[in-house]
């Protein structure tokens, strides 16, 4: 797939198993982030997404957390499938007041075992 | 499938020459935006345009160009291409140009350059 020999951190996890995907982030100005998932031929596809006036938010079997103190975000999936099994980025938009620009973190490859 | 559409899927080409990619946006969205994804940059944004108008710009090169036709489409243009550009290119679109708009990413253009 497209991803392949992107080095990227990779998360193996077992399927039926939780999941936990961390991301940095750069700005302290951003208010907005969001999680994107990337299949291998596609492009990437809007998981959830939380505005910084929160700290958790939960989707269908997803939850992001965002730690403003130490500008860290997660993404945790519940009961992982094997139809999980993707790139992970995050994404803050960095310039709300000029544009919708988005500025993605490097990638997390989530690899399902059944 | 995200509604958006980009041809070529796939371009061949060689130094020096000169491509165009082309960005068809979901049915009532006003904003596009075109993103690359190189194996050493990760996803970088390089320019957004609403309703025929840039609104931003990101690490997009002098030799490279953007527009938004009246019907919403768009067209990105690389010329004098090295051997860097190798990279897939995204566009995405949206309804506004809100930072809290959610992007819908088209299938990509993979680009290669010999």
């Known amino acids: 797939g497209e991803n392949v020999g992107l080095h990227l951190p990779t998360l193996s996890v077992q399927e039926g198993d939780n999941s936990i995907i961390n991301c940095a982030y750069s700005n302290s100005a951003s208010d907005y982030f969001i999680w994107y998932k990337q299949e291998s031929g596609k492009g990437p596809q809007f998981i959830i997404d939380i505005r910084s006036n929160m700290d958790k938010r939960q989707g269908q079997r997803v939850t992001v957390l965002l730690n403003k103190t130490v500008k860290h975000l997660s993404l945790q999936i519940a009961a992982t499938q094997p139809g999980d099994s993707a790139v992970y980025f995050c994404a803050e938009n960095i310039s709300p007041n000029a544009g919708n620009m988005l500025t993605f973190g490097g990638g997390t490859r989530l690899m399902v075992k059944p | 499938d995200s509604g958006v559409t980009q041809t070529p899927k796939h371009l061949i080409t060689a130094t020096g020459q000169r491509v165009t990619l082309r960005c068809s946006p979901r049915s009532g969205d006003l904003s596009v935006y075109w993103y690359q994804q190189s194996l050493d940059q990760g996803l970088q944004f390089l320019i957004h345009y609403y309703n025929g108008e840039e609104r931003a710009k990101g690490n997009i090169l002098e030799r490279f160009s953007a527009q938004q036709f009246p019907d919403l489409h768009s067209e990105l243009n690389l010329s004098s291409l090295e051997l860097g550009d190798s990279a897939l290119y995204f566009c995405?679109?949206?309804?506004?140009?809100?930072?809290?708009?959610?992007?819908?990413f088209g299938p990509g253009t993979r680009l290669t350059v010999l």
């Open positions: 995405a679109s949206s309804l506004r140009a809100g930072a809290v708009d959610e992007q819908f």
